[in-house]
């Protein structure tokens, strides 16, 4: 497509968007990505799909590479890898299903939050994307003892209503926002319909969470009708709960603050949610 192509200039498609029927996956690393859920959960789906890398969004206007350094490797002296963010476009075509996947994985940027959105949003516009989920992760006050809860807000009530039917709380929230709602809006504005899901992932979990990519993505192939096979990303959120399940009864002070974690969760259980 190098010598038809006329979008915007931060996009770079290598193939064509060959699809017509389409929903839209987004994972963003960073602060929407706590504990990796999120990308976690978006590059299981991209490789189990096999889903093929059809483009970038150039990161040269879209980082401040003092807050977030490029990545080096030097071996021996010489420079033998230097990556910047990467944002990578994946398409899958289903032979099966009713729709077909447009996948991006990549970084919140830093700045031209607009010029970024717009990249996403010229092959949605020109191709027709059905929808788009958006994949989150935030850290939580929540025991890896109970089923790990995924949370959403959508840009219609019918989305709203989709996402309580598979076990997604609606949130409410007032206060400081990322990407995610600047996407939201904007999809809104264009009369895409949008949600936004989050899996909330504990606290003391010190790198990936597993368990809540696992609990993410199985909502989220079951909102779309895709059949993936999860069974890899079940084992390694069962070997996640296990190494817990020794810590807690190895370390004192570490099965105390999940039990204390426990009555937090049972409480606010308890209470009534008036608003749903």
């Keep these: 497509m190098s010598g038809e192509y006329s979008g915007p200039q931060d996009l770079h498609l290598v ?61 021996q002296g010489l420079v033998k890898y230097y990556e910047l963010p990467r944002n990578e476009l994946y398409a899958w075509k289903s032979k099966t299903a009713s729709n077909d996947l447009l996948i991006l994985i990549g970084v919140e940027p830093h700045t031209n939050w607009s010029r970024y959105v717009e990249s996403i949003f010229h092959i949605s516009d020109v191709k027709k994307t059905n929808r788009i989920i958006l994949l989150g992760g935030l850290i939580d006050r929540i025991p890896h003892t109970v089923e790990p809860q995924i949370s959403g807000v959508a840009t219609t009530p019918r989305l709203v209503e989709e996402m309580k039917l598979h076990g997604i709380e609606p949130t409410v929230y007032t206060g400081p926002s990322g990407i ?50 999860l069974g890899d990303l079940k084992r390694e959120a069962e070997l996640l709960q296990k190494q817990l399940d020794v810590a807690m009864s190895e370390n004192q002070a570490f099965s105390q603050l999940v039990q204390k974690l426990e009555l937090e969760y049972k409480i606010r259980k308890r209470k009534p949610n008036y608003i749903k």
């Design 15 to 75: 193939k064509e968007l060959d699809l017509k029927n389409f929903d839209t996956i987004i994972a963003l690393g960073g602060w929407p990505d706590a504990k990796r859920v999120a990308t976690r959960a978006a590059e299981y789906l991209r490789d189990k799909l096999e889903a093929e890398k059809i483009g970038e969004i150039d990161p040269a206007a879209l980082y401040n590479f003092v807050v977030q350094r490029p990545l080096v490797r030097i071996e």
């Design 180 to 229: 995610h709602s600047y996407i939201l809006s904007e999809s809104d504005r264009r009369g895409i319909p949008a949600s936004s899901l989050w899996g909330h992932a504990p606290e003391y979990i010190t790198d990936v969470d597993s368990r809540t990519a696992y609990q993410l993505l199985a909502k989220v192939a079951a909102m779309i009708y895709i059949e993936v096979d």
